[in-house]
């Protein structure tokens, strides 16, 4: 913004940036939180304080990174499980959703399945598959796989399958294979569709490690957050969500920032 | 600079006793929609394109004109009648034939040099021809946008890059299917211009469709004018007009008048009364 205002701009409603709009409103919950919690007398195994929480929360950032108490450890048993089972499970459900937007057969034999699969809330698996994976890495692993893996399917098919006929058109007059007619024309037009899915994985294989190590583990938020629970440290399991809303949020912007590099001509390239 | 793209040609036009590099006898198509219903598109079409020539085909919208050029193009195929390209059978997409689809179609993903790449780099082995893409580009104007993407390219500019795309593999038969009907008037003269250009340096055999009576006539060796669906051929009218032709000189040629009138004398016949 220019400081100094033209005639024309004094008539223009003025608006604040969205970032003093975001922090005013954060001021203001605080400020409500600490209202509350005084008001009505709280207790901090009920409802903590916002001080308790950043307490909480500083204690843990403010260690060595290899010591147990701080958020480094766990925050990064969780971030390696939930990446690794967000790239197995994204992989296979880019080559499940190409190989039925490219086969009828396979369309038909898979479609019923994973329509089942996307009715049932992937969640209720979670107890099988620690009975056949275990309680270390492997079980957490599969179930962010298991829950990255469907949108990232659903999202490929469908957006392989909504190529303009006239870019097909284009490539069988050039006698393209369908190998290079699905690399050149369908995998990048089918781009932005794939983001939408790998964006809503990242999130959902957060979720699927979080729920794995609720049911045991060793180590990660999600056995910082019921260890906290049962010493009622509210304050703990308040300073472990804020950990792993900024995580989910950094993923989601780096899934976000993927796409830009990836997908720039999208929204514009239609005239 | 001038680029050549093939040998230079010093006296356009058909050769008359040639045979002709295309030939339609009694080509005919029906489709079958989904209920049962079918839809006659054409019926018993004959006609012979020299090699070399630049014909344009004129006709009433939904006659088939998209659906000849399809199934000259081997995108659909051709059950009833012969349709013969150089003597042989049309049965499928061949590197003989370039096509220039209606809306540039470029692919928005690729540069404009990807773009025009991209037939060489599918459909079996083809010799790199980066001098080629160079010398297209020249020729078009696009030469300083060769990095850039399609989005960043006017209407115009993105038509030329996709009439580059279809002459790099050095095809002898171009079929364009109203190639500059979303353009506005004084970019479309322009191209039509560079059109008639590039195509007497090329000694290029062109089959373009369009609704504009001026553009077929400014361009064709022959206009041929086809009846209402299902599309049949009604006449074909040489265009005596000498070469190079420009819009100003056209229209005040004493054949223009006469050739414009008789195509839209056909184009509206039988019983057309608003
Ligand atoms: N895939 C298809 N299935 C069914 N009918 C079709 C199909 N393609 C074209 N037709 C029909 O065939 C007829 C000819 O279509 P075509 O597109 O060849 O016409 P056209 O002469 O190119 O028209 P326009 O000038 O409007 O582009 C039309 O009546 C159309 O409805
Ligand atoms: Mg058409």
Redesign the pocket.
């Known amino acids: 913004m220019s400081a100094t205002a033209l005639p024309a701009a004094r008539t223009r409603r003025t608006e604040l940036p969205s970032g003093i709009i975001a922090g005013g409103g954060l001021i203001v919950l605080l400020g409500l939180w600490e209202a509350a919690v005084h008001l009505w007398h709280l207790p901090g195994y009920i409802l903590p304080d916002p001080a308790a929480v950043w307490r909480a929360l500083w204690s843990g950032i403010a260690v060595s990174p290899a010591s147990p108490l701080g958020w480094y450890r766990p925050l990064w048993g969780t971030f390696r499980n939930a990446a690794l089972g967000f790239f197995i499970g994204s992989a296979v459900g880019l080559a499940a959703g190409s190989a039925m937007a490219e086969s009828r057969t396979v369309e038909r034999l898979l479609m019923p399945y994973a329509f089942a699969l996307q009715c049932l809330p992937k969640v209720a698996i979670a107890p099988l598959i620690v009975i056949w994976f275990g309680f270390g890495d492997g079980s957490k692993i599969a179930i962010a796989a298991l829950l990255a893996l469907f949108p990232v399917m659903i999202n490929s098919f469908t957006g392989l399958r909504a190529v303009e006929p006239e870019r097909i058109d284009l490539m069988r007059a050039l006698s393209a294979s369908r190998i290079e007619t699905y690399r050149l024309v369908k995998l990048p037009n089918a781009a932005p569709y794939i983001f939408a899915g790998l964006d809503m994985a990242v999130v959902y294989a957060l979720l699927g490690t979080i729920v794995a190590e609720f049911l045991g583990a060793q180590e990660g938020m999600g056995v910082v957050i019921t260890q906290a629970e049962s010493v009622t440290d509210v304050a703990g399991v308040f300073a472990a969500l804020i950990i792993l809303g900024a995580l989910g949020m950094a993923l989601h912007g780096l899934v976000r920032a993927l796409e830009r590099r990836v997908v720039h001509w999208a929204d514009r390239g239609k005239h | 600079m001038s680029a050549t793209l093939s040998p230079a040609r010093s006296a356009p036009g058909p050769s008359p006793d040639a045979a002709p590099l295309i030939r339609m006898a009694g080509v005919g198509k029906t489709?079958h929609?989904a209920g049962g219903a079918t839809?006659r598109?054409l019926d018993g079409v004959d006609l012979d394109i020299a090699d070399g020539a630049f014909v344009s085909v004129v006709?009433p919208?939904?006659?088939?004109?998209?659906?000849?050029l399809r199934m000259l193009a081997g995108l659909d195929r051709c059950e009833e009648g012969s349709l013969r390209l150089g003597g042989r059978d049309v049965r499928g997409p061949s590197g003989e034939v370039g096509v220039v689809f209606q809306a540039a179609n470029l692919l928005p993903w690729m540069t404009v040099r990807e773009n025009i790449r991209l037939p060489l780099r599918v459909g079996g082995r083809h010799a790199p021809a980066e001098a080629r893409i160079d010398a297209l580009l020249e020729v078009t104007g696009l030469a300083d946008f060769g990095a850039r993407y399609p989005y960043e390219l006017s209407g115009g500019m993105q038509q030329r890059a996709g009439i580059c795309r279809a002459l790099v593999r050095d095809p002898r038969i171009l079929l364009m299917d109203?190639p500059f009907g979303a353009l506005d008037a004084l970019t479309r003269e322009r191209m039509n211009a560079e059109l008639q250009r590039i195509w007497q340096t090329s000694g290029k055999t062109v089959l373009l469709?369009t609704?504009s009576i001026s553009e077929a006539i400014f361009l064709a060796d022959q206009v041929v004018v086809m009846s209402p669906?299902p599309?049949r051929v009604l006449r074909v009218l040489e265009v005596p007009i000498p070469r190079p032709r420009s819009f100003d000189s056209i229209v005040s040629h004493p054949a223009y008048a006469g050739l414009a009138r008789e195509i839209r004398a056909l184009l509206t016949e039988p019983g057309d009364a608003p």
């Open positions: 489709y929609a839809v598109a006709g919208s939904g006659c088939g004109k998209s659906t000849l109203e469709i609704h669906r599309g």
